[in-house]
């Protein structure tokens, strides 16, 4: 079963980048859907960008596309999120999240977890 630990949380000001990381341990990505998703304070978690398995299919989010960017460097067995021209409404704690089997669009059903890493952005 994957861990997931997430690492890169932080404040920056609107206009400016963070490059969030999440490792993985005790099984490698390549069987599983990857994803990340963030919680706003008093919102629901959503859903921002998917990994197919395979790494060639990606989804994004209309409010973070153009803007995130993710990618797996599989010899390192960790997921990036590359946020660029950051906004403060992309405050929020940050997750990554995997999971095996089934339709990788299906958000709700991602189970393995990661503890979430905060991106405080201040304008």
């Known amino acids: 079963q994957v861990q997931l630990v997430e690492s890169g949380g932080g404040s920056v000001q609107a206009g400016g980048s963070l490059r969030l990381s999440c490792a993985a341990s005790?099984?490698?990505?390549?069987?599983?859907?990857m994803a990340w998703f963030r919680q706003a304070p008093g919102k629901e978690r959503e859903g921002l960008t998917l990994?197919?398995?395979?790494?060639?299919?990606?989804h994004y989010h209309d409010s973070v596309k153009g803007r995130f960017t993710i990618s797996l460097d599989n010899a390192k067995n960790t997921l990036y999120l590359q946020m660029n021209s950051l906004k403060p409404e992309d405050t929020a704690m940050y997750f990554c999240?995997?999971?095996?089997?089934?339709?990788?669009?299906?958000?709700?059903?991602?189970?393995?977890w990661g503890k979430g890493t905060l991106v405080t952005i201040s304008s």
């Open positions: 005790g099984d490698t990505y390549s069987s599983y859907c």
């Open positions: 990994l197919h398995p395979d790494g060639g299919a990606t």
């Open positions: 999240a995997a999971r095996d089997g089934g339709s990788c669009y299906r958000w709700s059903q991602y189970n393995h």
